[in-house]
């Protein structure tokens, strides 16, 4: 069966593998100076983009050359160096599916992973569940995030998804509830219960504005879901998105009794995670 996968790797694979934080440092440094919001003004020499970030010259050209490799950046005939069409949808605030937040996130995980060897010692995950005191940056850098990988796959759950003839939704851990607006936008009798942490919940309703025919038929409820009830039969679907991952079995259980208890007969439980 595994030879299947690596049928076609040789050792320069391995190479690949080996130095992939080559390629996830060249974005994370990009991403973070600026320089995509930078080039969406429209193309620039290398000196331009140096002087205007204060970098090196020489070492400005090699960075735009290895982007450039990347498929990141396009070389014009000027010498001139420009946003691709995938930078401009993706890395540049506005851009029709902006990833920036997730790849700042994904860049302040990269400290946990160096922490990966006592992980497999201890058994214990790297970044603590236990509630202390939150940094509201980092919470919402997370919720972006989140927000934006989950928009890409939204529309495609949504549209594998029958809500005809139900009417409560709850959404467990709802962060700021792309696939729950979406399913509010389409389905004109649901009413949708976001459930998250206090300060995550203040933080969603500065953050989502919602159309006015939607925000009539959303209900917000503070709350932890792993010490909290959600209810005794009030809801006949409970959407866990991005949720269990971040828990250990025994707390999922617990999660998953009280959904049961929550759901309506025949409810339905919706689950999204990686």
């Given at each position: 069966?595994?030879?299947?996968?690596?049928?076609?790797?040789?050792?320069?694979?391995?190479?690949?593998?080996?130095?992939?934080?080559?390629?996830?440092?060249?974005?994370?440094?990009?991403?973070r100076?600026g320089?995509?919001?930078?080039?969406?003004?429209?193309p620039?020499?290398?000196?331009?983009?140096?002087?205007?970030?204060?970098?090196?010259?020489r070492?400005?050209?090699?960075?735009?050359?290895?982007?450039?490799?990347?498929?990141?950046?396009?070389?014009?005939n000027?010498?001139?160096?420009?946003?691709?069409?995938?930078?401009?949808?993706?890395?540049?605030?506005?851009?029709?599916?902006?990833?920036?937040?997730?790849?700042?996130?994904?860049?302040?995980m990269?400290?946990?992973?160096e922490?990966?060897?006592?992980?497999l010692?201890?058994?214990?995950?790297?970044?603590?569940?236990?509630?202390?005191?939150?940094?509201?940056?980092?919470?919402?850098?997370?919720?972006?995030?989140?927000?934006?990988?989950?928009?890409?796959?939204?529309?495609?759950?949504?549209?594998?998804?029958?809500?005809?003839?139900k009417?409560?939704?709850?959404?467990?851990?709802?962060?700021?509830?792309?696939?729950?607006r979406l399913?509010?936008?389409r389905?004109?009798?649901?009413?949708a219960?976001?459930?998250?942490?206090?300060?995550?919940?203040?933080?969603?309703?500065?953050?989502?504005?919602?159309a006015?025919?939607?925000?009539?038929?959303v209900?917000?409820?503070?709350?932890d879901?792993?010490?909290?009830?959600?209810?005794?039969?009030?809801?006949?679907a409970i959407?866990?998105?991005?949720?269990?991952?971040?828990?250990?079995?025994?707390?999922?259980?617990t999660?998953?009794?009280?959904?049961y208890?929550?759901?309506?007969?025949?409810?339905?439980?919706?689950?999204?995670?990686?």
């Amino acid at each position: 069966g595994d030879m299947g996968l690596l049928k076609d790797k040789g050792p320069d694979y391995l190479i690949q593998i080996s130095r992939g934080y080559w390629l996830s440092q060249t974005l994370f440094v990009a991403h973070r100076l600026g320089l995509f919001e930078l080039l969406a003004r429209g193309p620039m020499s290398p000196d331009k983009v140096s002087s205007h970030l204060d970098l090196d010259p020489r070492a400005t050209t090699i960075f735009l050359t290895t982007l450039t490799g990347l498929g990141l950046l396009t070389k014009t005939n000027g010498q001139q160096y420009k946003n691709s069409s995938l930078t401009n949808q993706c890395l540049v605030k506005d851009g029709q599916c902006y990833l920036g937040d997730f790849i700042s996130h994904s860049e302040h995980m990269k400290s946990y992973w160096e922490g990966l060897a006592q992980v497999l010692k201890s058994g214990q995950p790297a970044i603590s569940n236990s509630f202390i005191e939150p940094d509201m940056l980092q919470i919402t850098l997370f919720l972006r995030a989140m927000e934006q990988a989950t928009r890409l796959v939204a529309p495609e759950i949504v549209a594998n998804l029958d809500l005809e003839g139900k009417n409560q939704l709850l959404d467990l851990g709802s962060g700021l509830a792309p696939i729950t607006r979406l399913l509010l936008a389409r389905y004109p009798h649901l009413h949708a219960t976001l459930f998250d942490l206090p300060h995550i919940i203040k933080m969603i309703k500065g953050e989502i504005l919602m159309a006015p025919n939607i925000q009539g038929r959303v209900l917000y409820k503070e709350g932890d879901c792993r010490y909290e009830d959600y209810g005794d039969r009030i809801y006949d679907a409970i959407l866990m998105s991005n949720l269990i991952h971040m828990y250990d079995p025994e707390t999922n259980n617990t999660i998953f009794a009280r959904a049961y208890k929550a759901l309506r007969p025949k409810g339905g439980l919706i689950l999204h995670d990686y």
